[in-house]
C-alpha cells in the first residue's frame, strides 16, 4: 500500500461482559484525527472506570495500517466465528479508505479455542491482529517508547503451526516447558512470557518443586490488560549431573485477577489463596535439561584443516553467542535488583519515619519527666535564712 495509503483510517475494539460486578468492558478506538481513546470499565473491589485520551504520530497510525493490511482482516467474515454469550463479547470496527468492516464474536481464551471454532485460520488472525494493536495501544498509554518488528501478519504466515504455548482464560504462557543448557558448574537460563489475555489487571506468582535450584525474578508481578511480563529463571550451578540428564522438577504459575489500584510492589500475601469467590487458574510447567551443541567438523573437498577451521570458528561463535546472553541476563538481573533496593528502601523509610516519631515521643515524656522532678525537688527544698 506504499504511495497509495487510504486518508481516512478509523479502528474501535471492544471486548466485555455481564457478570456479577455489572458491565465490565476495555474499549479503544483510533480516530481519524489522530486521537486515541481508551476506557477500561472494572467494577471488581468497586474500581472506578479509567479513561484516557492521547494523540498518535502519523508514523503509528501509518503502523497500523500497515499491519491491518497485511493481515488480510478485511477479507475475512465472522459468519462461522463463535456467537457472543454469558463468557463475553468482542467487537472489531476498522476503516480504511473506501473499505468498511464489522466484527463481532465470543472472548477468546486462547488458541484452543480458536482452532476448535468452524473458521480457526480467519479466528486465529483476528486473534493475532487484536494482541498486536492492544500491545500497541498498552504502550501508547503508558508514554514508554514502543517497538514493534516488522510483523508477518499475511495469512500464509498464521497459517503456520502456531509455538507451543500453555494456559488458561486468564494467562498464556510460553513456552510450554523450561528448557536449559545444563553444564556442570555454569548457572543456565531461561525466560518465560506471560501474556494478559483479559482486559483486566493479572496478578502472577511462581512456584517450583526446587527453590533451592532456581532463581526467578520476578516471581510475583502485575500484567497490565493486553500486556506481557517476561519471567528470567535461573539455575543454579550444579556440581554433578541428574541420572539419565532427566529431570522431576516442575513450576506451577499462579493467576487471578486483581484492582487497578493494587500496588505491585506489595501484592497482598492472600492475593493467591483459594476461596469460593476468587477465579485462580494454575499452570504447570516441566523442566528439561539438554546438553549445550557442540560445533561439528566437517571434512569436504577442503581437507580436514578447513574443518577444524570451521568447528573453530563455530564454538568462538558459540562463546560469544553466550558471553551476550550473559552479559543480557547480568544487566536484567541488574535492574531487578535496583528495583527492589528500591521497594526496600521505601519501606524502610516508612518505618524509619514511625521509629522516629516513637523515639521522639520517649525521648520528650523522659524529658518532661527530668523537668517535672527538678521542679518538684526545687519547689519542696527548705529554704535557708
Given amino acids: 500500500m506504499a504511495g497509495n495509503e487510504p486518508d481516512e483510517f478509523y479502528l474501535r475494539y471492544y471486548v466485555g461482559h455481564k457478570g456479577k460486578f455489572g458491565h465490565e468492558f476495555l474499549e479503544f478506538e483510533f480516530r481519524p484525527d489522530g486521537k486515541l481513546r481508551y476506557a477500561n470499565n472494572s467494577n471488581y473491589k ?26 488480510e482482516i478485511m477479507k475475512e467474515d465472522d459468519n462461522n466465528w463463535p456467537e457472543p454469550d454469558r463468557v463475553g463479547r468482542q467487537e472489531l470496527e476498522i476503516v480504511m479508505g473506501n473499505e468498511h468492516i464489522s466484527f463481532t464474536t465470543s472472548k477468546i481464551g486462547s488458541l484452543v479455542d480458536v482452532q476448535s471454532s468452524k473458521d480457526p485460520e480467519g479466528l486465529r488472525i483476528f486473534y493475532y491482529l487484536v494482541q498486536v494493536i492492544s500491545i500497541l495501544v498498552a504502550a501508547r498509554l503508558r508514554r514508554s517508547p514502543w517497538f514493534l518488528p516488522s510483523l508477518n501478519l499475511s495469512t500464509k504466515a498464521l497459517n503456520q503451526p502456531a509455538a507451543k504455548m500453555v494456559g488458561g482464560q486468564l494467562i498464556t504462557v510460553h513456552p510450554e516447558e523450561l528448557t536449559f543448557e545444563f553444564e556442570l558448574d555454569k548457572p543456565a537460563y531461561c525466560n518465560l512470557k506471560v501474556v494478559n489475555n483479559t482486559e483486566h489487571h493479572i496478578a502472577f506468582k511462581v512456584k517450583t518443586t526446587s527453590p533451592k535450584k532456581y532463581f526467578v525474578r520476578p516471581n510475583t508481578s502485575v500484567v497490565q490488560p493486553w500486556d506481557s511480563c517476561t519471567i528470567t529463571v535461573t539455575l543454579q550451578a550444579q556440581k554433578e549431573y541428574p541420572p539419565d540428564m532427566q529431570c522431576k522438577d516442575k513450576f506451577l504459575i499462579q493467576s487471578t485477577k486483581v484492582p487497578p489500584s493494587i500496588d505491585i510492589d506489595e501484592i497482598p500475601p492472600n492475593t493467591f489463596n483459594k476461596d469460593g469467590e476468587k477465579v485462580l487458574e494454575e499452570c504447570k510447567l516441566r523442566v528439561v535439561y539438554v546438553t549445550p551443541q557442540s560445533g561439528a567438523s566437517s571434512e569436504g573437498e577442503s581437507g580436514i584443516f578447513s ?28 535492574k531487578q535488583l535496583e528495583r527492589e533496593l528500591e521497594m526496600l528502601k521505601r519501606r524502610r523509610s516508612r518505618q524509619n519515619d514511625a521509629g522516629f516519631s516513637l523515639t521522639f515521643a520517649a525521648f520528650a515524656g523522659l524529658v518532661g519527666l527530668m523537668v517535672g522532678i527538678l521542679l518538684n525537688l526545687a519547689l519542696s527544698s527548705p529554704s535557708t535564712e
Fill in 307 to 334: 574443518g577444524s577451521s570451521v568447528s573453530r570458528r563455530g564454538s568462538e561463535i558459540q562463546a560469544a553467542q553466550r558471553l551476550r546472553e550473559e552479559r543480557d541476563f547480568t544487566l536484567q538481573q541488574n
Fill in 46 to 71: 468497586n474500581d472506578t472506570m479509567i479513561r484516557k485520551e492521547v494523540f498518535l504520530t502519523p508514523a503509528v497510525l501509518r503502523e497500523c495500517r500497515r499491519i491491518i493490511a497485511e493481515s
